[in-house]
């Protein structure tokens, strides 16, 4: 498992670091168990989202090409199916993130 910076890279590392920024961190915490074994990848997730972009119609999905920036400053480098759970897990997030905004078809008041 590689770390990211000085510390480790489980989930509790991360959501610790976070903290120390400023970050609510409560949204992180999933509502389900994660295996010991892919805590990392989890981990990898978290540091990857919170550095997403967005617009005027919400966030948008990791690009590769951030993923690929975001590998070589921490000096990782994903199998393939280490990125196809983190672009899962991506796309499970943006379903959840889009699931809780207001409807933009509803009326306006006027």
């Known amino acids: 498992m ?8 489980g989930l509790e590392a991360h959501l610790r670091q976070a903290e120390k920024s400023g ?9 389900f168990e994660i295996p010991e074994e892919l805590q990392y990848l989890w981990g990898y997730f978290l ?6 972009q967005g617009g005027g119609m919400g966030p948008s999905g990791l690009a590769f090409t951030e993923i690929e920036a975001w590998g070589r400053f921490y000096g ?16 499970l997030w943006l379903k959840e993130a889009y ?5 933009r078809t ?3 008041n006027q």
Do not use: F
């Open 76 to 91: 990782i480098e994903l199998s393939p199916w280490e990125l196809g759970v983190v672009l899962d897990l991506d796309t």
């Open 23 to 31: 970050v609510d961190v409560s949204a992180y915490y999933p509502q």
């Open 99 to 103: 699931r809780a905004r207001p409807s």
């Open 106 to 108: 509803e009326p306006r």
């Open 47 to 52: 540091s990857l989202s919170t550095h997403r």
């Open 2 to 9: 590689k770390s990211l910076g000085d510390g480790e890279v």
